[in-house]
Every structure is written in C-alpha cells, then in structure tokens.
C-alpha cells in the first residue's frame, strides 16, 4: 500500500509517525517494508498480539524491545518465547508461572535462581525431592504448602519437627519410638493420639 503511493518511503518515514499509521490501519508488514524499525513500531502501540497476526517471530519482537509480559498477552506461547532468548526472570517478570516453565525444560534450581519463591515451584509440580538440593528448610517447604508425608522421605524426624506437630507427624505414620528419640516427651505423644501401650 505505501509503496504503490507517490511519496517516497523515505520521506513517508520521516514525515509519519507509526502511530499515525496504525490509527488509519496499516499493518505492521506494511511499515516494516517502508522502513520502519520494529521498534518505532512497539512505540506507535502495535501489539505482540497484531505483530503475531503479521507473521512476525517471537524473536525478532524480542530485538524490537517488547517483554515477554507483551507476547504473553499478544498468546506468544512460552516455548517461542524461551527460543526467543528471553530469561526465566524476563518470564517470571513477564507473569508466565514455573508449570509453564517446567514444561519447556527449566529446572527448579534455575528457577529459584531467577525469583521463584518455594511455594510458586509446589505449584509448578515441581516435588519436595527435587526441592531439597536447593537448600530449602523444613519450615519454608512447610509454608510453600508441604505436608508432613511430603518430606518423610527427604528429611529425617528430627528435622520435621521443627515445622510439624506432634500430630501431624504421627499422621505421618512415625512411630512412638521414634518420636521419642526425637526429643518429644509423653505429654507430647499423648497430645498427639498415641495409645498407652504404644508409649
């Protein structure tokens, strides 16, 4: 359309700001092939969502300037956005959630790494085994949203009771004995449910 008018591209360039051109309709493909750069485009207001509608790549919205926030609204799956060469924290920042970041292949050591909080990685499917290496306390696994039996095989009792109850570690299915051993007393035990016999 600009290029069968009589002013020459240049001067339309020049003369015209995109946002100008948007609002009487022309579409991104069509400015880009007068000579305008992608990222004079995002300034005139073109979307990731009618950038996308033009064909145009993940990646090249990426060196035009958008966020990863912009082509998660403009449906830029996060797979083309993590091909783009966008980070986990750009994503994080961006508003896509660790499952969606798990499921293209980030590991939950890079995603703590980058601003995910114990509990966004629960959420994320992401198990109290695969947490634990990232040096996660009992009690932040517990307030991620953990429960006891979560972490039995990951963390010894003793541990455990830091953040648990004497109740909810017989839940659990410790036995007396063990409690004991732990440090808790038969006011403890009895408080929790255990029968005399197992005292």
Known sequence: MIAEGSTRKGHLVTLLEADCLRDVGFAPRELLAAGFKLSSLRKG?????EMKASGLKASELREGGYSAGQLRVGHFPVSQCKLAGY???ELKQGGFV???LKAVGFTAEELKENGYTAEELRNGTFTAGELKPLNYTVTELRVAGFAAPELKEHFELAALKVAYSPSELKGTGFPASEMR?????????KEAGYAPTEM
């Open 45 to 49: 207001g073109y979307t990731a969502a």
């Open 87 to 89: 980070s986990a924290a």
């Open 98 to 100: 660790a499952r969606q």
């Open 181 to 189: 051993k732990a440090g808790f007393n038969t006011s403890d035990l």
